[in-house]
């Protein structure tokens, strides 16, 4: 597989973090030390900071992304937010499927498959989220299931389409915890998501999807990670809150 058919793309995930005046303070730090990024850089934020993220970044190299959407576009679903909502905003990217979404709001690979099957409709880019448990990797059943909750995610996403899909593979033992999956188990797990995408899309679709690695990714271990053969960038936690580890971590992925 040929890493230079693909783009890194290093995405912080704020989770539930940050006020307005804290976000703009962050991204207004994060900006010049990114600004010669060989790789993409987004940052997918909470819905309250959107606004203020997207005036903030207006004229640098950072791109903007939601953590989350609903499946319908419109409607009696209190507290949701749609696709086109964040479409009409200016949003670019948005993550979907993430484990704590999985295992706190009851989100499932069916539910997954619709809220990508929305964004995708209302021209978003998807960061779909894919990952084991600790049990499943215990059991060796790790390769079958994202396998699994990748074609499920897909389902009815037509070739086009999955040139905006991005899949982030997050191991659920790793995210968080500090426990960081060894560059050889990410680099083993993130082959078998491109093999499953070839068996589903062909090759040329399996060598041009990003396919990033997401779990306690920082700044000592991201060069190793990224250096993988089939890891093209990360999606990242905790270290997306602090700018300089940010920073290392675009740098890491500038290098490969
Ligand atoms: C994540 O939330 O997607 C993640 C990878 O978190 P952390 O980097 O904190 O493990």
């Known amino acids: 597989m ?37 790789c993409e850089v987004v940052a997918c934020v909470p819905f309250t900071n959107l606004e203020t993220v997207l005036e903030a970044v207006k004229g640098s190299n950072i791109k903007v992304g939601a953590e989350n959407c609903h499946f319908e576009k419109s409607g009696a679903f209190t507290g949701e937010i749609s ?10 990217y948005v993550i979907i499927g993430h484990s704590e979404r999985r295992q706190y709001f009851g989100e499932t690979d069916e539910t997954v498959n619709k809220r990508t099957r929305a964004a995708l409709a209302a021209g978003l880019k998807v960061i779909l ?18 396998a699994m909750q990748t074609k499920i995610a897909l389902k009815g996403v037509s070739a086009e389409e999955l040139k905006n899909v991005i899949i982030a ?23 078998v998501i ?26 000592k271990n991201a060069a190793e990670l990224v250096a993988q053969p089939d ?21 890491a992925a500038t290098r490969g």
């Open 129 to 146: 989220c894919v990952g084991e448990m600790l049990a499943d990797r215990e059991n060796g059943i790790t390769d079958e299931l994202v």
């Open 231 to 251: 890891v093209d960038g990360g999606l990242i936690g905790g270290a997306s809150l602090k700018a300089p580890d940010f920073a290392a971590i675009v740098e």
């Open 2 to 38: 040929n890493k230079a058919l693909r783009k890194a793309v290093i995405a912080g995930n704020w989770k539930m973090n940050k006020t307005r005046p804290e976000a703009k303070e962050l991204v207004e730090a994060i900006k010049p030390l990114v600004a010669d990024a060989g």
């Open 83 to 92: 696709a086109d909502m964040l479409a009409e905003m200016g949003v670019e």
């Open 194 to 219: 491109r093999a499953t995408i070839e068996k589903l899309y062909g090759k040329e679709a399996a060598d041009g999807i990003t396919i990033q690695y997401g779990g306690s990714m920082n700044a």
């Open 169 to 191: 593979y997050e191991p659920v033992w790793a995210i968080g915890t500090g426990k960081t999956a060894t560059a050889e188990q990410a680099n083993e797990v993130c082959a």
